[in-house]
């Protein structure tokens, strides 16, 4: 690609792509939104207008059909990722996928196998993983900085007053609080670790008759004896949180999606202020980091550092956990 900066379009009206992904491209060294679709094209167009976005379409297919559109930001609900990346790929956009890359394993796999036949590039768009203190926290594990690791806790729970007519709220479009956000505390989990859990247990509840989870809770097993406990909920006060606990200490990030939140480490028995250290951990908006990174692969051809892969892997232990809660069994793990 002779060009130097990646041409993205929003498929959707997605509050996600207009108030994320549309800010993050003007801040972003090689992105820029050129076009937005909705299958009503008068909400297109208003939406198009209102932002300053210069082309529009009333159908997704139009969209993709576009020659002057490089990408696609897929921020369709959660049971339509799938379809539509596929359609992507087949007119040879690169596709950045929001979270859940999809609803199952077996159509993780269907849009890699069509990403791959058709020389284009598939990530899912997990963006805290960018942010430091993940990284961090990452690394301390890694390097033993808190012993051997026992527990973890990781929660995404936030508060959706009005549930009538919210795509997490449907069923048919596969919502729910572990899709929507249980999968931020998942991926934390697998992030921190730097592996996959052999076994999982999962427990959900609906608040309204909904069919779909309105909250849900998880425990995740991995080899090396560690369990953590993950929690989504859609319907109390907001909290993003993890907390690792080793043989020796313990990491705190209060809030995993503040860009630049701190990290706090403890020591000893976790209960002198003294053992205590604070670290701060500016960084650049991560929807920014995400995007310069995911144009720098398409532009150059290389590899991404988070493939789409990962995403099957975090959409497989998020199904097990739901056929665990379905059946009340365990169910293991070969990741």
Request: aromatic share 8%; hydrophobic share 40%; glycine share 8%.
């Amino acid at each position: 690609m002779a060009r130097d900066v990646v041409r993205y379009g929003l498929l959707s009206t997605a509050q996600i792509g207009l108030n994320a992904h549309l800010p993050a491209s003007y801040g972003s060294k090689n992105s820029e939104i050129v076009s937005i679709s909705s299958r009503d094209a008068a909400k297109a167009e208003a939406t198009a207008k209102k932002h300053n976005i210069e082309r529009w379409y009333g159908s997704y297919e139009e969209q993709l059909a576009d020659p002057n559109t490089d990408a696609i930001i897929n921020s369709l609900p959660n049971g339509m990722h799938c379809e539509w990346t596929i359609k992507a790929a087949e007119a040879g956009k690169h596709i950045l996928c929001e979270k859940p890359l999809a609803v199952s394993a077996e159509e993780c796999q269907r849009m890699i196998d069509a990403a791959n036949a058709n020389n284009v590039v598939l990530v899912e768009a997990f963006t805290p993983r960018w942010n430091p203190h993940l990284r961090m926290a990452c690394k301390l594990i890694a390097e033993g900085a808190i012993g051997s690791i026992q527990t973890i806790d990781a929660a995404l729970c936030f508060n959706i007053a009005e549930p009538e007519g919210n795509v997490r709220f449907s069923a048919e479009l596969v919502g729910g609080s572990m899709w929507d956000a249980g999968c931020y505390a998942v991926y934390a989990v697998r992030f921190v670790m730097s592996a996959e859990p052999v076994r999982v247990r999962g427990a959900s509840y609906d608040s309204g008759n909904w069919g779909i989870d309105t909250t849900f809770t998880g425990l995740m097993e991995f080899g090396n004896g560690a369990i953590a406990h993950v929690t989504s909920n859609m319907q109390q006060p907001y909290r993003s949180a993890i907390s690792i606990d080793g043989s020796e200490g313990r990491i705190e990030i209060p809030n995993m999606t503040d860009d630049s939140g701190p990290i706090i480490i403890k020591k000893g028995d976790g209960r002198n202020r003294r053992d205590e250290q604070i670290i701060a951990t500016p960084a650049p908006y991560r929807f920014i980091v995400q995007f310069d990174e995911f144009s720098e692969c398409v532009l150059t051809g290389k590899a991404p550092e988070f493939p789409a892969e990962d995403g099957l892997r975090n959409t497989a232990v998020i199904e097990a956990l739901y056929k665990s809660a379905a059946t009340g069994q365990a169910q293991d793990l070969d990741l």
